[in-house]
Structures are given as structure tokens and as C-alpha cells.
């Protein structure tokens, strides 16, 4: 069994960072894609940003320029650098990642998520 693990949520003032993380834990061979998304109260949940084992990133028009997502393969783990936050970004963000647990089983694994609000 997969789990993924979101910490880093909190309240923030606008203008201002945070970092969230996502670990993921369990019978893991390989991890290929991992994402960030988000869903705001009343919302459908949206992507944020994705990551390629290799590092190749992708970003909604939205967050381009204030986040940056990485990730550290050797500790499968995810991150997402929040700069400049506005109120607009308040939502719970969930990691998502594409695991293969052995040569003939693939997946895809969810977080619970992590609430940011940003207000002042």
C-alpha cells in the first residue's frame, strides 16, 4: 500500500510564502509524475503544477511565476513553493503521484490534502 502525505498548510497573510510538501511511503519501485492540485470551497478541484521524474514542469496560467514545484526522487517527495499569495489561492491542495509498486502494477495515489488560506 501508497501513501501520500501533504504538511505545509497554513494561514497566510496576502504577498506572503509558504512551502507545502508531499511524501509519499510504502511499497514503491518507481515514481513518474507528480502533481499538485487544488480545490477551493464551492470549486472543482484543479491542477497547479506537475512534475516529471526527470523535472519537467508544467503550471496553470495562474500560478505561473509565483510557484515552483520540485522533487526529490531519492525522498520521494514532492514540494510546491508558494510566493506572492493572494486570496484567490485559498483551497486545500492535494498531491497526486503515479506510482509503479512492481513491474506489473501501476497507479495512481492521492493525498487527504492541506488547507492554505491566504486572508488578512
Known amino acids: 500500500q501508497v501513501q501520500l502525505v501533504e504538511s505545509g498548510g497554513a494561514l497566510v497573510q496576502p504577498g506572503g510564502s509558504l512551502i507545502l510538501s508531499c511524501a509519499a511511503s510504502?511499497?514503491?519501485?518507481?515514481?513518474?509524475?507528480m502533481g499538485w492540485y487544488r480545490q477551493a470551497p464551492g470549486a472543482q478541484r484543479e491542477l497547479v503544477a506537475t512534475?516529471?521524474?526527470?523535472?519537467?514542469?508544467n503550471y496553470a496560467d495562474s500560478v505561473k511565476g509565483r510557484f515552483t514545484i520540485s522533487r526529490d526522487n531519492a525522498k520521494n517527495t514532492v514540494y510546491l513553493q508558494m510566493n506572492s499569495l493572494k486570496p484567490e489561492d485559498t483551497a486545500t491542495y492535494s498531491c497526486?503521484?503515479?506510482?509503479?509498486?512492481?513491474?506489473?502494477?501501476?497507479?495512481?495515489?492521492w493525498g487527504q490534502g492541506t488547507l492554505v488560506t491566504v486572508s488578512s
Open positions: 497526486n503521484a503515479e506510482i509503479q509498486a512492481s513491474p506489473n502494477r501501476k497507479f495512481e495515489v
Open positions: 510504502g511499497s514503491i519501485f518507481t515514481i513518474y509524475a
Open positions: 512534475i516529471t521524474r526527470g523535472g519537467s514542469t
